[in-house]
C-alpha cells in the first residue's frame, strides 16, 4: 500500500531539518520553497523524492552539458520499500499455491498434483518449501506493517488506501463507461476501487492463510490451545480460500495490472514504480489534477519567495 | 509305457492300492527319522505329482517357500489322501479350501503363534473366541498363502497403499458393511480417501499414515476409547481433543457442521466473488475492443 500522502500539506513543509523520509514524499509535498527547483537530487531518487523530480531534471544545467534525448516525465508511484514488498509476496504467493495446490487439490492421484510434487521432489520437500515460503509471506507482511507504522509516526497515513462513497461512486461510472452510457473514463484517485479492493482481499487473505496455516501446521498445540473446532474452520478455510485468492490473482489481478488492453503483455509499474505523467492522467485522473494544482501553487509561492 | 501322474490316473490306477503303498513310504520316511532337505524333497515327490499347477510356480518365490505341504496341510498326513469331494478334474475348479475352513488358522497358528488366538484378534476376533463369518480369516487378509510375499519388502508408499487395499476390501463394500453384524458402514473409508493423511501417501510420502497404521493390524485397542493413543505415534503430545477431528465421520450438516459450514461460506464466496470480477472484466474487455472497433483512428 502505498498510504502515505499526507493531504495536510501546511503541515510538511514546517519540517525541512528532518533526515531523508524512509519512503516517498508525496508530490504535493514538494518543498521548493527551500531549493532552487532544478536541484538534482539523484542518489536520494529511489527512496522517493518528489514525484515531479523528473520534470525538474529535464530542465536542469546538468541535462544540457550531453545531447541526451528529454527523459519522460515520470511520476514515483510505489517506493522501493513498497516493490520490495510486494516482490516478497507476490514470489512467495506463487510459491504457496504451486506447492500446496497437490494437497488442496480432492484427487491427489491426479497427474498435476504428482507433476508438481515430482518436481519440488517429493511431496515432503514440497512441504518444506510450503513452509519456508509461508515465512517469507509472514516477513513481507511484517514488513509492510512496519513499514506503515513508521509512516504514521512520521507524517500520519492518510486515508488514500481507505474505502470511500467515492469509490462506489467510481464503479457505478466505470460501470456505465464500460456499456457505453458515459463518454469518459472516471477520473480515479491515487488508489482506484478496484485496486483497493485488492489490497483489503490481499490483507484479509493473508490474514486467514497465516492464521488458518498456523493452526495446520501446529495442529497438536493448536488444539491444545482452542477448542477442536478451530482446526475445523483452519482446515477448510486454508484450501478454500487459497482457491479464492488464486482465482483472484491470476485472473482479477493479472488482467486489471497486466493484460487489459493498452497494457498487455505487462506492466513494467511494479518494477520500475513509476507512472508517466500520460499514465497517471488516464488511470488516476483526480490524482493526475491534484499533482497539477500542487505544482502551480508550489510554482507560484516560488516566485513570491524569489 | 509312459507313466502320467494327474488325478485322474491315479485313480483309475487305483487309488487305494497306491494310497497303501505311499502310507508305508511316508512311515518310513517320517520326519523324526530325516533331515528337513529329504523332508522338502519327499514333499515335492509325492504331493507335487498331483498338485504341481497353478500353485507351485508362485510359491517357489512366495514367503512360504521353505515349508513343506504337509506343514499347513495338516489333515493330509497320508498321502494319497482321500479326495475332499468328488473332483472334477479340473485343477482350476479346485476350491479355495483354507479359505472357508477355520483349520487354516490352526495351520497359520502352528508358526505365527505371536499372532494369538482370535479373542485377540481385536477388532476381528470375536471374544467367546469363535471365527464366524463376516468376520475374516488370515487368508482373507493375507491372501493366497502360496504366493504370499513378505509385506516389509514392499517400500513405501506401496505398503500401506496394498494393506489399504486389503482394509477396504470389506470395509468400502457396502454390502459387506451395511448389512453385517458391525454395521458400521462404509464412512470410514470414504471419509480417509478425502483426508490429508491418504493424500499424502498417494503423493509418495512414506510417512503419512495408512489404516493399519492407526488401527493396527492383529493387536488393536479399540480406537473409540483412547483414540489419541494412535495419534501420538505421529503428533506427539495429542489429546483426545486432537483425536477428536479423526472421527471418520461425513461432512455433512447433522454431523460435522462446522465443517460443512466452512466449506459453505467459501464455496459461496467465492463463487459470488469471482462472478463479479468475471463479470467486470468482460465489461471492460467488451468495451475496449470495441472502442477500438468503432474509432479505428484512436
Redesign the interface.
Given at each position: 500500500v502505498d498510504a502515505l500522502e499526507s493531504e495536510e500539506t501546511p503541515v510538511a513543509p514546517a519540517e525541512p531539518a528532518e533526515p531523508p523520509p524512509l519512503v516517498a514524499a508525496p508530490a504535493v509535498d514538494a518543498p521548493e520553497s527551500k531549493e532552487p527547483p532544478a536541484a538534482p537530487v539523484e542518489p536520494l531518487q529511489l527512496l522517493g523524492q518528489p514525484a515531479v523530480d523528473a520534470l525538474e531534471r529535464s530542465e536542469s544545467p546538468a541535462a544540457t552539458v550531453e545531447p541526451v534525448p528529454p527523459p519522460v516525465a515520470t511520476v514515483l508511484r510505489f517506493d522501493l520499500h513498497q516493490r520490495l514488498q510486494h516482490g516478497l509476496l507476490a514470489s512467495s504467493f506463487v510459491l504457496l499455491v504451486v506447492t500446496g495446490w497437490?494437497?488442496a487439490?480432492?484427487s491427489?492421484?491426479a497427474s498435476a498434483?504428482?507433476a508438481i510434487?515430482a518436481l519440488f521432489g517429493?511431496?515432503?520437500r514440497?512441504s518444506g518449501i510450503h513452509r519456508i515460503a509461508a515465512i517469507v509471506m509472514v516477513i513481507a507482511s511484517l514488513y509492510h506493517l512496519a513499514y506503515l507504522a513508521v509512516l504514521a509516526s512520521r507524517r500520519g497515513l492518510s486515508a488514500s488506501m481507505l474505502p470511500s462513497p467515492g469509490d462506489l461512486r467510481n464503479l457505478g461510472q466505470n460501470?456505465l463507461?464500460?456499456?457505453?452510457k458515459r463518454g469518459e473514463r472516471p477520473k480515479f484517485p491515487r488508489f482506484s476501487y478496484?485496486e483497493k479492493f485488492d489490497y483489503w482481499a490481499v490483507f484479509w487473505g493473508v490474514a486467514i492463510m497465516v492464521g488458518s496455516g498456523l493452526v495446520r501446521w501446529f495442529?497438536?498445540e493448536a488444539?491444545?490451545i482452542f477448542?477442536?473446532?478451530v482446526?475445523?474452520?483452519a482446515?477448510?478455510?486454508h484450501a478454500?480460500?487459497a482457491?479464492?485468492a488464486a482465482?483472484?490473482i491470476f485472473?482479477?489481478h493479472f488482467?486489471?495490472v497486466h493484460l487489459?488492453?493498452?497494457v498487455f503483455p505487462m506492466s513494467r509499474v511494479f518494477l520500475t514504480g513509476r507512472l508517466t505523467l500520460e499514465q497517471l492522467q488516464e488511470e488516476h485522473g483526480a490524482e493526475y489534477e491534484e499533482l497539477m494544482r500542487a505544482r502551480a501553487q508550489a510554482e507560484a509561492k516560488a516566485k513570491e519567495g524569489g | 509305457m509312459p507313466l502320467a501322474f494327474s488325478p485322474r490316473t491315479m485313480r483309475a490306477a487305483g487309488a487305494k492300492q497306491c494310497g497303501l503303498t505311499l502310507a508305508l513310504l511316508l512311515v518310513a520316511l517320517s520326519p523324526q527319522a530325516e533331515g528337513a532337505p529329504s523332508k522338502k524333497k519327499d514333499d515335492r515327490k509325492w504331493c507335487l505329482m498331483c498338485h504341481r499347477e497353478p500353485a507351485y510356480a508362485a510359491f517357489k518365490d512366495s514367503a512360504h517357500a521353505d515349508l513343506l505341504c504337509r506343514d499347513c496341510h495338516e489333515n493330509n498326513q497320508f498321502n494319497p489322501h482321500e479326495p475332499v469331494e468328488e473332483f472334477s478334474g479340473d485343477l482350476t475348479q479346485l476350491k479355495p479350501f483354507a479359505k472357508s475352513d477355520p483349520v487354516a488358522l490352526a495351520a497359520c497358528a502352528g508358526c505365527h503363534e505371536d499372532m494369538g488366538t482370535s479373542a485377540e484378534l481385536m477388532p476381528h476376533g470375536r471374544a467367546d473366541g469363535a471365527l464366524k463369518p463376516p468376520l475374516p480369516y488370515c487368508l482373507d487378509c493375507h491372501g493366497e498363502p502360496h504366493q504370499i510375499q513378505k509385506v516389509e519388502d514392499l517400500p513405501q508408499p506401496q505398503r500401506r497403499l496394498a494393506e489399504n487395499a486389503t482394509c477396504t476390501a470389506c470395509h468400502g463394500n457396502p454390502e459387506r458393511m451395511d448389512g453385517g453384524t458391525l454395521a458400521i458402514g462404509i464412512e470410514p473409508v470414504e471419509t480417509y480417501a478425502d483426508s490429508m493423511h491418504l493424500r499424502k501417501v498417494l503423493l509418495g510420502s512414506a510417512n503419512a499414515p495408512g489404516c493399519v497404521d492407526c488401527h493396527g493390524g492383529h493387536h488393536t485397542a479399540d480406537l473409540r476409547k483412547a483414540p489419541e493413543q494412535a495419534c501420538n505415534k505421529c503428533h506427539e503430545g495429542a489429546t483426545a481433543a486432537f483425536a477428536s477431528l479423526v472421527t471418520h465421520k461425513p461432512v455433512t450438516a447433522a454431523q460435522k457442521p462446522v465443517s460443512f459450514w466452512t466449506q459453505k461460506f467459501f464455496a459461496w464466496l467465492t463463487f459470488l466473488t469471482i462472478l463479479g470480477l468475471l463479470g467486470h472484466i468482460s465489461l471492460d474487455i467488451t468495451h475496449s475492443l470495441g472502442a477500438r472497433r468503432g474509432r479505428p483512428g484512436k
Open positions: 497437490p494437497l487439490a480432492h491427489a492421484k498434483s504428482a510434487v517429493g511431496i515432503e514440497c460501470l463507461f464500460f456499456v457505453g478496484f495442529p497438536v488444539t491444545g477448542p477442536p473446532w482446526y475445523e474452520i482446515h477448510y478455510a478454500d480460500e482457491l479464492l482465482l483472484a485472473i482479477w488482467y486489471n487489459r488492453p493498452g | -
